[in-house]
């Protein structure tokens, strides 16, 4: 099956601490460095799609940026699912050229969260998840959230801290093969758990990064994606499932909407997770990646944690999974934090990765997370 749209241009900028870096410069660093993976000039460009800023925040965020590119699309709008924006605009960028409505559209993400953000402007921007009437007021916090699942689940499932640490560690030992990776030295379950606790039972090391970094992808429709001049990959599938925003209204602590994101993903592409050869999951936390592992269908309840322990998560295992190192180990930048998934299993695809290749991949699976595990949207592409 074919959704009639192809990621033509793939392109991610420096990542980590990047002084003198802003928001914009970064959107433009990925969108110029993406048309012209693509083969594409600028003025090719019919369509684009931003999503967020926490440095430049902006009610017209994609406006703003075109402003800054001197840029005048047919079509322009910004989208906000917190982590899940990438994928979902990477699915809405396909219907877009599905539909015959662009040609090429330019999908764009990028932050100088980092440097650009002190400590009290990055708590102030979390603190905007929280439930105004129902949480805010008790103090409740992003990590806070996650360590009430994380909780919840390992009470019901017996994961053990260990078992969550072990991701950590997977995580990295990926980092270390990609060279832009904000961190690259080897850790051990031990030094997981020997970290700051930041939120019970997360410590700092089951935590994403903080970094600067943008990212951006050029959707393209079949008879545009022609002429590209780098390999063609297929969306084949996309979905999403959104169960609740705030946790205190989830309907569990335990199932969440990637379960029908994924479902749906799989269905349009044709495929199950057992065909996928390398998945690019959002990973904000480890009990993130273990339960979304888990709900698609990847690993049995508890198991994945286990699976991460004995190699199954790394290049050569059952599923290589976050192969440049994820949120943990290669970047967190806002919106291009989800974002620097999709380029990874673009390069994947492509069969461009160098020492973390894996070897003759031809199916992959995007997933991206928004919220307290509210908004998800699940993409599977294929080497064409």
């Given at each position: ?148 699942v994380a909780r919840r689940y390992m009470h019901e499932y017996g994961v053990s801290r260990e078992q969550l640490a072990a991701i950590a560690v997977e995580h990295r030992r990926h980092a270390a093969r990609h060279p832009k990776a904000q961190k690259r030295e080897p850790i051990t379950v031990a030094d997981v758990l020997a970290s700051k606790p930041i939120a019970e039972p997360l410590h700092l090391l089951d935590c994403c990064l903080i970094s ?173």
């Amino acid at each position: 099956m074919s959704m009639n749209a192809f990621i033509t241009g793939a392109y991610d900028t420096a990542v980590g601490e990047l002084p003198g870096s802003s928001c914009m410069a970064l959107h433009a660093e990925a969108a110029l460095g993406a048309v012209a993976d693509a083969g594409l000039k600028l003025s090719d460009i019919d369509g684009v799609l931003c999503a967020y800023s926490f440095t430049e925040p902006h009610l017209m965020l994609a406006s703003v940026f075109c402003e800054y590119l001197g840029i005048h699309p047919g079509t322009c709008l910004a989208i906000q699912a917190g982590g899940a924006s990438a994928c979902i605009m990477v699915m809405q960028a396909a219907a877009l050229v599905a539909s015959g409505q662009c040609n090429h559209v330019l999908v764009v993400t990028g932050d100088n969260r980092l440097t650009g953000l002190s400590r009290d402007g990055a708590v102030a921007a979390l603190a905007e998840v929280g439930h105004p009437q129902f949480e805010r007021p008790f103090g409740i916090s992003v990590p806070a959230s996650y360590g009430l699942v994380a909780r919840r689940y390992m009470h019901e499932y017996g994961v053990s801290r260990e078992q969550l640490a072990a991701i950590a560690v997977e995580h990295r030992r990926h980092a270390a093969r990609h060279p832009k990776a904000q961190k690259r030295e080897p850790i051990t379950v031990a030094d997981v758990l020997a970290s700051k606790p930041i939120a019970e039972p997360l410590h700092l090391l089951d935590c994403c990064l903080i970094s600067d970094g943008g990212a951006a992808l050029v959707v393209s429709s079949r008879a545009a994606a022609r002429d590209a001049k780098s390999r063609p990959i297929e969306i084949l599938g996309a979905g999403q499932g959104h169960t609740h925003e705030h946790i205190v209204v989830a309907p569990s602590l335990v199932d969440f909407g990637c379960k029908a994101s994924s479902r749906t993903a799989f269905a349009r592409a044709g495929v199950n997770a057992a065909e996928i050869d390398v998945a690019e999951i959002y990973d904000s936390f480890t009990i993130t990646l273990a339960v979304e592992l888990e709900s698609i269908g990847f690993f049995e309840r508890g198991e994945a944690g286990q699976a991460a322990a004995r190699g199954e998560l790394g290049l050569g295992g059952r599923l290589p999974c976050n192969t440049h190192g994820g949120l943990m180990s290669y970047a967190h930048s806002g919106a291009a934090g989800g974002m620097f998934h999709a380029v990874e299993a673009v390069h994947q695809l492509r069969g461009d990765a160098g020492a973390r290749q894996v070897p003759d991949a031809r199916l992959a699976f995007v997933h991206g997370d928004g919220g307290i595990l509210s908004a998800h949207c699940s993409l599977v592409l294929g080497a064409h």
